[in-house]
């Protein structure tokens, strides 16, 4: 099974789990009339979107590269991953909003033991999903599992913001703290969609993914023939980068060896990376001044 396969796969698994904690939800809330649960519900039915954004992502990236796209069309998927980051920065709006209107107008909240329960046990799901979402996003080098991972992580924070707001009312604190929980919680949320914009926008506006020393003292250990390296620029995503450097070699080596050498060291850095790596070398000769010839 291929990449794109597989990370699918994951994101429809996490679909189901997701739509599974939000049924859960929906289902006491009704049954316990428990309005923190029940918006908490609509909450995790908003998640599957993300899962989502994800698939459709996955599937327009995987399209072979053609005439009007020859570099591919693989940065669809980090475009996924920057929607789930707004979709995340959507709930946070979402989250302020209400508390500031609880703080206006505050809500009983009503403690029971089986809202609680609920609550727990879709905790214990949401780990779960975060931790075999953001492992197998590492594992795949996928944007798209990497920024659902850490949206995942916020659902985690929100309940458990939920669970520790009924247990203060249920101790005799005031009302107010509902709205305070919220807002604390939303600092988390406010950072998780920093993360994820942050990484994505990387990609996207070409960000360098690998030191230039570190690809300079590397390809000048691999092979005697590479004298000097300059000008090195790395962009990319996390499974693929374009790497594009000057290498200073012997005036005399043919064409045929200086070629031979150019496929050498991509194999080598993509090795030595692990990661996908589309190597454009410019030749020079070791004689000339190099930075007359550029
Ligand atoms: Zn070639
Ligand atoms: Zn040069």
Redesign the pocket.
Known sequence: MDRTNKIINVLVIILVLNLLVAITKLFFGQLLNSNSLTADGFHSLTDTFSNIIGIIGMKLARKPADKKHPYGYQKYETLAGLTIGFLLFGILLQIIVSAIDRFINPVEIEFSIPAIIAIVLTIFINIFVAVFEYRYGRKLQSEVLISDSIHTKSDIFISIGVLITIILIKLNVPVIIDPIVSLIIAVFIFKSSVEIFKSNIGVLVDKKVVDEEIIKKFLMEADEEVLDV??VRSRGKLDYIYIDL?IITRPELSVDKAHELSHKLEKLLEDHLGRRVDLNC?I?PFEDP?IE??
Request: charged share 25%; no cysteine; hydrophobic share 10%.
């Open positions: 300059h000008r000057h410019h020079e190099h010839l550029h």
